[in-house]
């Protein structure tokens, strides 16, 4: 085997010790590096870079036996991911994100460091696969572990950057991961994972949300009051703003109408939160731009699998590629199509029995039924 240098991203989780424990295993010259992304020091978040994450990623780097280093990118984690995620609330739409730090941080900064270091690839303890070809073309499979695949987040990857990455544990089962940290003595074997957003405190966005608002100044007029109107446009309550609001959700939206409703619309333009029975909030197809295609765009439509949310099942469709962008259309409506989530097409490879991603892009609006 080639030995490499390679630096593994570890965020003081059992995955990420993992995979550097077993490359360090192989032979390989691994160098841990762990990211302080919050400011001032922020701690009980659960987020990469934590006091308390920093000290255990050093603790298991010292029990692997590699070196190990810290590195701040705080300020461009909160221009990139946090400012990103209040302007998109604000503007309407539902953020990812994991999406946003997968693209801007995670990937693209440690390729800056790796590079300083003479290393050739960058490893994280993120659940996926890559497979190469015979000619060497490289392909994005979800992970073995159906429960922990993070496929989803990583769409944006290109053919040079799957040549140039790593995930040690994706093909392992999370049980499995678990008892490779105890045959290693890792400190973080019993570790729990990181839930939800890891920078929002108490798991509450709105709060956060309102927080940073309050922050910059005088609200925006999406962080204001306004009408909550049925799907005649009957005006029949009042919200306290657009950016506190999801499409899909029932909870906190008020309508004095029988029966249930949800929001099946936000309107940033008008601060508008359209709502409805549950069946408004099917969608029979989505439009979404900032397309990656990880290897080839495809030259016509297709059918293939689409994915609208993280834990959502993907669904049979038909794409249609266009200059920078695509249109789905579902074979069967799909709930809670939400701008600003990813699309991620998937397909069927049956020879491996695992859904390959294809690519993805931002949702940028719904297509009804």
């Known amino acids: 085997m080639t030995q490499r240098k390679i630096i593994v991203a570890m965020s003081g989780g059992v995955d990420s010790s993992v995979a550097a424990a077993l490359l360090a295993r192989e032979g390989h010259e691994v160098i841990g590096v762990t990211m302080r992304l919050l400011k001032g020091g922020a701690t009980g978040f659960g987020c990469c870079g934590a006091p308390e994450d920093l000290l255990i990623a050093k603790r298991a780097a010292e029990k692997i036996g590699i070196p190990h280093y810290v590195l701040d990118f705080s300020n461009e984690f909160e221009e990139k991911v946090v400012d990103y995620f209040v302007g998109s609330y604000l503007a309407g739409?539902?953020?990812?994100?994991?999406?946003?730090?997968?693209?801007?941080?995670?990937f693209s900064r440690l390729k800056n460091f790796a590079t300083s270091l003479g290393a050739t690839h960058i490893a994280t303890g993120h659940y996926a696969r890559i497979e190469e070809e015979a000619d060497g073309t490289r392909r994005l499979f979800e992970s073995a572990d159906a429960a922990k695949d993070q496929s989803y987040v990583l769409y944006n990857f290109?053919?040079?950057?799957?040549?140039?990455?790593?995930?040690?544990?994706?093909?392992?089962?999370?049980?499995?991961?678990?008892e490779l940290a105890r045959d290693f003595h890792l400190p973080n074997a019993g570790k729990k994972d990181s839930q939800e957003?890891?920078?929002?405190?108490?798991?509450?966005?709105?709060?956060?949300?309102?927080?940073?608002?309050?922050?910059?100044?005088?609200?925006?007029?999406?962080?204001?009051?306004?009408?909550i109107v049925d799907d005649?446009?009957?005006?029949?309550?009042?919200?306290?703003?657009?950016?506190?609001?999801?499409?899909?959700?029932?909870?906190?939206?008020?309508?004095?109408?029988?029966?249930?409703?949800?929001?099946?619309?936000?309107?940033?333009?008008?601060?508008?939160v359209v709502i409805g029975p549950d069946q408004s909030n099917l969608s029979g197809g989505l439009v979404a731009d900032d397309v990656n295609w990880v290897a080839?765009?495809?030259?016509?439509?297709?059918?293939?699998?689409?994915?609208?949310?993280?834990?959502?099942?993907?669904?049979?469709?038909?794409?249609?590629?266009?200059?920078?962008?695509f249109q789905v259309r579902f074979k069967e409506?799909?709930?809670?199509?939400?701008?600003?989530?990813?699309?991620?097409?998937?397909?069927?490879?049956?020879?491996?029995?695992?859904?390959?991603?294809?690519?993805?892009?931002?949702?940028?609006?719904?297509?009804?039924?």
């Open 93 to 106: 739409e539902t953020p990812n994100p994991c999406l946003a730090c997968n693209r801007h941080i995670k």
């Open 158 to 178: 290109d053919q040079d950057g799957l040549a140039a990455t790593l995930f040690p544990v994706g093909g392992t089962p999370k049980p499995m991961v678990r």
């Open 197 to 227: 957003i890891c920078f929002v405190p108490n798991r509450d966005y709105r709060a956060f949300v309102r927080e940073k608002v309050a922050d910059a100044g005088a609200p925006p007029a999406t962080a204001r009051p306004g009408p």
């Open 232 to 272: 005649s446009g009957r005006v029949v309550g009042e919200h306290q703003g657009v950016a506190f609001y999801t499409v899909g959700q029932r909870s906190g939206v008020g309508g004095g109408s029988e029966g249930p409703r949800y929001v099946s619309k936000l309107d940033p333009e008008t601060n508008t």
């Open 296 to 325: 080839e765009r495809p030259a016509a439509s297709f059918e293939a699998l689409v994915k609208i949310r993280y834990r959502h099942e993907p669904a049979p469709a038909t794409i249609e590629p266009s200059a920078g962008g």
């Open 333 to 369: 409506p799909q709930r809670a199509v939400s701008p600003g989530q990813a699309a991620v097409v998937y397909r069927w490879d049956a020879r491996r029995e695992a859904r390959e991603v294809l690519g993805g892009g931002k949702i940028t609006a719904a297509l009804s039924q």
